[in-house]
């Protein structure tokens, strides 16, 4: 039965402010889950907390607002319990690079296939406008008594150096290219990365829909000037085609170095795609052979008259004196 | 008992102690003897000071004493630290090479230990030497046996022709095993067919220790005086075995316990003393199942408790029985995600094994000070069960118990143990998985497999276009407070979770009237609880039935209480690991001394059972006995429960907090104490190097 995209829609009330980001990436999820017919009691939304946080609610399939950034170790759990859910990830850049980077980084060293999804916008919205780890040096955002002392983490090279095997970016303005984007990341087979530029109206006022747009570069000619482009567009490409280290590492290197990519120019696409490093679930199937057809969540404990089915008899037998 | 003996086997981390205890209580056990034994170490890899101390009974015991019968030092530092707990009429097997070893070359002697290690030496006009500490302990009346074990070695190596056998220490700890086997009394054939057992799997391994366990064996001078020394020690290679008696180690009964009671996901991150019981489940991870294909644990190392807890609760969101496992530090971190799991109604279980804090503490060793701190955990007010176990045979079957309770009332549970229960080596009764009964409340299942509610599909949430709102609600308001609860995955009964407050449906709301009903749903259970679980399983007292199985057969009947003479007569209420002392320390009290007293374990600490413990404590016009309360930590934590709940105050604190575990010896001399009328209010224990 084909499923529409109403179908993937709540009648929870959206409270984000006019404009927001946000929205545009609601609907490309919604969208991606559409396109490819994700039964919505085989998805789960998990999201952290902030604004994005709230995402889970407006989706129509299950959902899980967790806590502030914890939202990855959450949602892997439930992936490895029941590996036959479609799992997304989501939550603020503040939630996954700041408070919970190193579940970010154990994430990508354990590659289990899920997509995690980060709503970038250089400030924490919904404590009034602080900056948030990808907000440059130096950059003074409205409600910023003066301007940001640390440097920005760069999202697209920590995901990559820390083993994320799909790695890219969409625009929150882009919606179909965003959904597209999506689509890829839930399709591809391991832990996939998608960090989207989503300008907040609100607190951001440096990095703009305008801005993006590269309104402020419009010079005598007029001409427009967008900063963002897709590598798709370009020679750009991210996929490694043989399990060699040296493709590997020349394609990790290639999206490293794209990463650093900013200011007048903003690449926007996959920068690093890889399913030939083995899935987290390979690695319990080589101790537990019967890991996928009987996974955590599917096996049976109790016996028909209510007590346990387990066997212990051969481990009580060598402890028995 | 006819048979009480301690013995006691020291060295360098890292040396082979734990493996020597392992060969001496399996050849006991093997022989029908009952064990109990500890295991103390620093937080250290190697060269540190290791013991483990084995008690050998011939009846059932829960707990050690303070003393030793027979010392096995293969080291210096063994010999410093514990020639002064050697009782007169007991003996010491060390290495004679080390006679003229002084204090100044054991590194691993800290200062304040050394300072008082000196004074004890020169009070007895000793050398700071081993050949000293040894003269003193002479002196005290106990029987020496220097074995030089460099030429047990030297004769290994030309039996087998191998040289590098000659300098190979590491079998210093079946040669003390073996001589002291051999000293009280029993034959060579049980210690070969043990070694034999424990090696079964490395064949070379197994064969160097018996040709040294034979040549120690040998080797023993049968000139020295050994008639008076087993005149009070002695062992038989056989005694009456109870049929179906198992050998386990403390942290065995949990894990055991999780894979009877269907836990199948157990995320952790590595912390003393929790983590032997993850390994160990994950060495087992493939189960058994009666008439089905094989089960499996998945057990994941994770980057930290935060993340340990955060999968649990994912898990366990899936319907899989989940859990995890830490010790304090790791607690501490969890707390946060504690308090989701509250609101959002998930059972989990989170087996806390406890050690002495505050901060890092002692990072291996023993405390029951974490009580207070998991009662409060997490910031606002939610449900959640705290549970504590006495003794290892009781830690498998309140495993079971812990998993049925956090389902059946949808809240975290934390199952309390702890160092002393997680590093004992015991005796007892083989665990029967088919007595641990699955009750998993109103989990709804689509098949009826696994023990839960089947279910019928909600109307109108086919996932046809979805033009009807799903009728599932998953904290849909009930008589009881508790909702039915769907999993992740299962078909049309998707919900949601959130940590803010939310509505039926799980979507945020701050509506003041939903707040207070919802509030009030998430905290009768506060009540139900205490009201659902079975009295006996909230709190018992444990009446000794001496000769009587291994005596674990505890009842919720009406002992035998009464103090004779003078004696006011006195109940004892304690918990967790503090039980088992307690209760020997009882037994101690009526066997020498006449006085009966009476013994109360809370296990359900929270919520508190207040009513089943009001029964206990007044039921027979009990309102004029002597209440202490036992346990290991300072501020006497269940007793402030007692304040708090009963407006009970003990009259006296038995408490320890040195980090090492309780002796029923010492226990029982602070009763004894308290019996006698001459015990402050808080009597503090100190034994144990």
């Known amino acids: 039965m084909a499923l529409r995209l109403a179908d993937y829609k709540t009648d929870v009330h959206n409270d984000w402010c006019p404009g927001c980001g946000d929205f545009g990436i609601v609907n490309a999820i919604q969208m991606a889950l559409a396109e490819m017919g994700v039964r919505r009691d085989k998805a789960a939304i998990f999201s952290g907390i902030g604004c994005s946080g709230k995402t889970s609610h407006y989706i129509n399939t299950y959902g899980i607002h967790t806590l502030h950034g914890r939202v990855l170790t959450f949602a892997q759990g439930a992936k490895l319990a029941n590996p036959d859910m479609t799992i997304l990830a989501v939550g603020g850049d503040g939630d996954g690079l700041g408070i919970g980077a190193g579940h970010f980084v154990a994430a990508g060293r354990r590659n289990i296939d899920m997509t995690y999804v980060i709503f970038d916008n250089g400030v924490y919205g919904l404590t009034k406008g602080q900056a948030s780890p990808t907000l440059k040096l130096g950059e003074k955002t409205k409600s910023l008594p003066s301007p940001n002392t640390n440097h920005s983490v760069n999202p697209i090279g920590l995901a990559v150096a820390s083993g994320f095997t799909f790695v890219a970016r969409g625009y929150s303005y882009d919606v179909r290219h965003l959904k597209d984007l999506l689509t890829q990341a839930v399709r591809h087979k391991g832990l996939a990365f998608l960090d989207v530029l989503q300008p907040c109206p609100t607190y951001n006022d440096i990095n703009t829909r305008d801005w993006y747009a590269g309104k402020d570069m419009m010079k005598e000619s007029m001409e427009r000037h967008n900063r963002i482009y897709k590598l798709e567009d370009t020679k750009y490409d991210p996929t490694v085609n043989y399990d060699d280290p040296a493709e590997n590492n020349r394609h990790l290197a290639q999206a490293l170095v794209k990463s650093l990519e900013w200011g007048e120019r903003i690449p926007t696409g996959v920068f690093y795609s890889n399913e030939l490093t083995g899935q987290y679930s390979d690695r319990i199937k080589d101790k537990i052979p019967n890991y996928t057809e009987n996974p955590p969540a599917r096996q049976s404990i109790a016996r028909a008259d209510g007590t346990s089915n387990a066997d212990l008899e051969r481990i009580l037998d060598s402890l028995e004196v | ?689």
């Open chain 2, 1 to 689: 008992m006819e048979v009480d003996l301690t013995w006691m086997i020291g060295g360098p981390q890292g040396s082979g102690v734990e493996s020597g205890a392992g060969i001496f209580s399996q050849v006991c056990a093997e022989a029908g003897y009952h064990i109990f034994g500890k295991r103390e170490f620093y937080s250290n890899i190697k060269g540190e000071h290791s013991y483990f101390v084995v008690r050998v009974t011939d009846g059932a015991t829960h707990s050690n004493t303070s003393g030793t019968d027979l010392l096995a030092a293969f080291g210096a530092e063994t010999i410093f630290r514990h020639y002064d707990g050697v009782r007169a009429g007991g003996g010491i097997i060390y290495n004679s090479e080390l006679e003229q070893v002084g204090t100044e070359s054991v590194h691993t002697l800290d200062g304040p230990f050394t300072e008082r290690l000196h004074r004890q030496l020169d009070e007895s006009g000793a050398e700071h030497t081993v050949a000293g500490a040894l003269q003193c302990a002479r002196n005290a009346g106990v029987f020496l046996y220097p074995v030089p074990f460099k030429e047990i070695l030297a004769r290994l190596a030309e039996e087998t022709g191998d040289p590098k056998l000659g300098g190979f220490v590491r079998l210093y700890n079946t040669i003390a095993v073996s001589l002291s086997l051999r000293l009280l009394g029993m034959s060579a054939a049980p210690l070969r067919d043990s070694v034999a057992k424990i090696f079964a799997k490395k064949p070379a391994v197994s064969d160097v220790n018996t040709r040294a366990a034979m040549l120690a064996y040998d080797a023993f001078d049968t000139r020295a005086d050994i008639a008076g020394f087993q005149a009070g020690n002695r062992l038989r290679d056989s005694v009456q075995k109870e049929p179906h008696t198992i050998l386990v180690q403390g942290y065995q009964g949990t894990a055991l316990g999780k894979m009877a009671a269907g836990c199948r996901f157990q995320p952790y991150y590595p912390i003393t003393p929790a983590s032997d019981e993850s390994v160990y489940m994950e060495t087992h991870e493939i189960l058994d199942v009666i008439d089905d294909r094989p089960g499996s644990t998945v057990v994941i190392q994770t980057e930290d408790e935060i993340c340990a807890i955060g999968m649990t609760i994912g898990g366990a969101l899936t319907g899989t029985r989940s859990a995890t496992c830490t010790s304090g530090p790791g607690f501490s971190l969890m707390n946060e995600a504690l308090g989701w799991a509250g609101i959002n109604e998930v059972p989990i279980v989170i087996t806390d094994y406890q050690r002495s804090g505050p901060s890092t503490g002692l990072p291996t060793r023993h405390g029951q000070d974490d009580l207070l701190s998991v009662i409060f955990a997490g910031h606002g007010e939610f449900p959640r069960i705290v549970y504590a176990s006495g003794s290892v045979e009781e830690s498998f079957y309140d495993t079971g118990r812990c998993f049925n309770y956090a389902e059946e009332f949808q809240v975290p549970l934390i199952h309390m143990m702890d160092k002393f229960l997680a590093n004992t080596v015991q005796t007892c009764r083989r665990f029967d998985p088919q007595k641990v009964e699955i009750r998993r409340g109103k989990l709804l299942e689509e098949e009826a497999a696994t023990g839960g509610t089947a279910v019928e599909a909600p109307d109108g949430g086919g996932g046809d276009g979805g033009e009807a709102a799903p009728a599932y609600h998953r904290f849909a308001f009930t008589d009881d407070g508790i909702s039915p609860r769907a999993k992740l995955g299962m078909d049309d009964f998707v919900f949601w979770n959130t940590g803010d407050e939310s509505d039926e449906t799980g979507h945020i709301t701050e509506d003041p009237i939903l707040r207070i009903k919802m509030m009030e749903k998430r905290m009768s259970r506060l009540d139900l609880i205490p009201d659902r679980i079975p009295a006996e399983e909230q709190a018992l007292e444990i009446t000794d039935e001496r000769g009587h199985g291994d005596g674990n057969s505890s009842s919720a009947g009406t002992g035998d209480y009464q103090a004779e003479g003078a004696h006011r007569p006195i109940t004892v209420v304690t918990w967790g690991s503090a039980t088992g002392p307690a209760r020997d320390a009882i037994e101690m009290l009526r066997r020498q001394d006449g006085i009966r007293a009476r013994l109360i374990q809370v296990k359900l600490l929270h919520p508190f059972p207040t009513g089943r413990l009001t029964e206990l404590l007044q039921s027979g016009g009990r309102e004029d006995h002597t209440v202490v309360d036992i346990e290991a930590n300072y501020s006497g934590q269940l007793g402030t429960l007692l304040v708090q709940n009963l407006g009970l105050h003990a009259d006296h604190y038995i408490l320890k907090y040195s980090g090492r575990g309780m002796t029923c010896t010492e226990v029982y001399g602070a009763l004894k104490r308290i019996a006698d009328g001459t015990a402050g209010k808080r009597e503090v224990l100190k034994y144990g190097a």
